[in-house]
């Protein structure tokens, strides 16, 4: 291939998958693009990103047609090196994003391919150790698009407020070389940024030029700048959504014929109506629950609660702050973050050596998982140190990862670092589940619809606002004792929830 042809291959997006679909082009054969800017949308298994370019020039090919599914290192575009014999000779100079410095060796003193490969093993070291500080940069995503986009010509949205534009032939422009675009000092590789790192730190409004970098050479991580997100208190939000429903009933999602529908099916004689790919979310759930069923050993252990005090608590709470109180939900997962001190061996995950000897693995905090409808599948969001939280804050977090989760723009991060999942079936009318755990937890905790049920109180019969909890867990980190004691703690709270909390 001549040296003035550039192929881009599809980067390993930082989810631990080896494919994504592609689902629209940002670009077409004969674009100018600058380096950084989105060249195509792709969907993976958790959430809809947008790929930039770590090259600028021509586009010369695209090696893939909407709704293809493409693998990890395979080429996904060619780029003819701006000013080669292989780019159009009447291509304008194309603009430099807003706040980018031409980092090429010859300005930088900065060797740019020494800087992405040592870039892309730390990203791939972290990415094996299972850290979730993944590297951002060279193609790894920080965030995600919301939706699907048309083509664009005359400009390019990157993230959500900038764009970068196509400049009329004025003064040229140096042409950045691949890709530590965004690179601020010369010569310092500590700046080297992502503009999907960018956007996420645009998102919350955190300013990249506060942050240090807390990998090798200062690289900035995934890590650095979620906890600079992180940081202040979560904000309360109005209640608005229903007291026990975090979650929304499923979209029905519309079914794709394939051009084989109508045939007689030879086992029913039925006639086929339609064949759906498996793929995306619907791929990543079956793959994950055929392999938590396979690989864990689980029990479940279950107990009617009457949750009456608690719901008589709250309505008080909401007389005296009706727009400040928490949902239900987020005093059950409150409940559970203080269970699980209580029980830690239900916030643990087991690892298999590759000699065959296993380790349960414990951790110092808890990650608070809870299972969220979308119109892409279910989705499970966790909020990060969730033992840190009031119930008050647990609720503004829940709400808001299950805006950002609707909307297809949970990050990797928020999708995938759970370590114990707390399950709200309840809000679609049922009472209880057998419930397959999220692997690579240890347990999950569902709760059912409350309902007015007959109860025994102080000896005599009355009617309660009554659930039902349950519990699911691996038999190999715990026995039934630790699982009976950690369920019994959660519905003893629901059910004297002014005592619970005063020990908390």
């Given amino acids: 291939m001549s040296s003035d042809m550039q192929v881009f291959k ?85 603009a430099v994003p807003a706040g980018s410095v031409d980092p090429s060796p010859v300005s930088s003193g900065l060797d740019v391919s020494s800087a992405v490969e040592a870039a892309a093993e730390t990203y791939r070291t972290e990415e094996k150790a299972g850290s979730g500080n993944v590297l951002i940069g060279y193609g790894t995503p920080g965030g995600v698009s919301g939706g699907r986009t048309r083509p664009r010509k005359a400009s390019v949205g990157v993230g959500s407020s900038s764009a970068v534009s196509v400049a009329e032939p004025a003064a040229a422009a140096p042409v950045m070389e691949p890709s530590v675009a965004g690179t601020r000092i010369p010569g310092k590789l500590s700046a080297v940024i992502s503009p999907l790192v960018r956007k996420m730190a645009r998102d919350h409004g955190v300013s990249l030029d506060a942050i240090e970098g807390s990998g090798a050479s200062g690289l900035i991580m995934r890590r650095d700048v979620e906890a600079a997100i992180t940081a202040p208190a979560a904000p309360a939000v109005p209640n608005s959504a229903p007291d026990s429903a975090p979650v929304s009933s499923p979209a029905a999602a519309p079914v794709a014929a394939s051009a084989d529908t109508g045939a007689v099916d030879g086992r029913t004689g039925l006639s086929v109506s339609a064949r ?33 005090a608690l719901l008589e608590m709250r309505a008080e ?93 949970a990050t990797p991060t928020e999708l995938g670092s759970g370590t114990f999942t707390l399950n709200n079936y309840g809000v679609f009318g049922v009472d209880g589940s057998a419930a397959i755990i999220n692997y690579p937890e240890v347990a999950m905790l569902g709760v059912g619809r409350i309902i007015d049920k007959p109860w025994v109180v102080n000896g005599e019969l009355a009617v309660r606002k009554v659930t039902e909890l349950t519990l699911a867990f691996d038999h190999r980190v715990c026995d039934g004792e630790t699982a009976a004691g950690f369920l019994r703690y959660v519905a003893d709270a629901i059910e004297n929830p002014g005592g619970a909390l005063a020990d908390m």
């Fill in 276 to 308: 759906t790919p498996v793929r995306g979310v619907r791929k990543a759930v079956a793959a994950n629950m055929t392999r938590s069923r396979s690989e864990i050993p689980e029990a479940t252990v279950w107990v009617d609660v009457d949750a009456t």
């Fill in 10 to 94: 599809l980067p390993d997006l930082g989810e631990g998958l080896t494919e994504a679909e592609l689902v629209n082009w940002l670009v077409a054969v004969g674009d100018q693009i600058v380096v950084d800017q989105p060249i195509a949308e792709v969907e993976t298994a958790k959430s809809m990103v947008e790929v930039p370019s770590p090259y600028a020039g021509t586009v010369a090919e695209l090696h893939g047609e909407a709704g293809q599914t493409l693998d990890v290192g395979k080429p996904l575009i060619s780029i003819a090196r701006a000013g080669s014999a292989a780019a159009s000779p009447a291509a304008a100079p194309v």
């Fill in 317 to 409: 709470l909401k007389k005296r702050a009706p727009h400040d109180t928490p949902g239900l939900l987020a005093f059950i997962a409150r409940f559970v973050t203080a269970g699980l001190k209580k029980y830690p061996a239900l916030n643990t995950r087991l690892e298999t050596a590759s000699d065959g000897s296993q380790e349960i693995v414990g951790f110092s905090g808890i990650n608070l998982g809870f299972a969220a409808q979308t119109d892409r599948g279910l989705v499970v969001p966790s909020v990060r140190n969730a033992h840190e939280l009031s119930a008050r804050e647990l609720d503004a977090e829940i709400r808001r990862l299950t805006a950002v989760a609707r909307e297809g723009k």
